[in-house]
């Protein structure tokens, strides 16, 4: 026995022959048939397939691990013929069905233009054939839109990170110029918006060890022919189990004269 399918690239629709196929029962006309899968385990997994239009099979959307006997048990007891005429519809009822998801604008498959085909209902697989490529259009144009969206929101996200981010560094320049305390990880984040380096055993002490840190200006003056070691006076804090920094001194002279301190 036949049913519609597909080709391994899952888009051409094709006839395929349906193996090692059982019928099941009959219930108002219509013929389940079962398919029985063996696996690797010694298990066996179990298709279910209706008697459809024109010699054809149907899939039934029942799950492969439910037994014959389960489902031959519904058709036969418990599914009214209303319902069984839901999984098995003739000719007449798919066609209109077809045109229905057309006309509403809905996602038509090659395996409804194949089945118009074989029916005889040519214009109609023509029709299928136009929305399917009409809808992968709209659909197109539906991911295009969302992915600009997308971009903008994240570019409008970044603008805002990048603000918040100007906006701290510029009130971590106000406090330096003001000769204010700024904390280490301000000291970190400033050293780097000057585009100076600092050592990673300065970065290390800074986390571990260090508090609060103060770059001012000297406030008085040395006698002729003496220099400042260090240009600006940096005073900090640190742990108590903590230990001093040497360099921190050299870096901070960096930031001020960059500041224009």
Avoid at 83 to 109: G, L, V
Avoid at 210 to 220: A, E, Y
Wanted: glycine share 4%; with cysteine; charged share 35%.
């Amino acid at each position: 026995m036949k049913i519609i399918g597909y080709k391994s690239d899952n888009v051409t629709a094709t006839l395929k022959t349906v193996r090692n196929c059982t019928l099941l029962c009959t219930a108002y006309g219509v013929d389940v048939y079962t398919v029985p899968v063996k696996k690797d385990e010694g298990m066996t997994d179990y298709y279910y397939h209706i008697g459809g239009t024109k010699d054809l099979l149907d899939w039934l959307n029942i799950s492969s691990w439910i037994l014959p006997n389960v489902v031959k048990n519904l058709f036969l007891n418990e599914f009214t013929e209303e319902e069984i005429r839901t999984y098995a519809p003739d000719a007449k009822t798919k066609i209109e069905r077809i045109k229905a998801a057309i006309n509403e604008k809905r996602w038509t498959s090659n395996g409804d233009a194949l089945f118009c085909e074989l029916v005889g209902e040519r214009e109609t697989a023509e029709r299928v054939i136009q929305n399917r490529t009409e809808y992968k259009e709209r659909q197109r144009l539906a991911e295009l839109e969302e992915s600009k969206k997308r971009e903008e929101e994240k570019r409008a996200e970044e603008q805002k990170r990048e603000r918040r981010r100007i906006e701290y560094i510029e009130a971590i320049k106000r406090l330096i110029l003001s000769e204010d305390y700024i904390s280490a990880k301000e000291f970190e984040l400033i050293a780097a918006e000057c585009k100076i380096s600092l050592p990673l055993k300065l970065v290390g002490w800074l986390r571990a060890h260090c508090g609060r840190i103060r770059i001012q200006k000297h406030d008085c003056e040395l006698p002729a022919g003496l220099k400042w070691q260090y240009k600006y006076a940096t005073s900090y804090t640190y742990a108590k189990k903590g230990h001093t920094s040497k360099s921190i001194y050299k870096y901070a002279d960096m930031i001020a004269e960059y500041l224009e301190l």
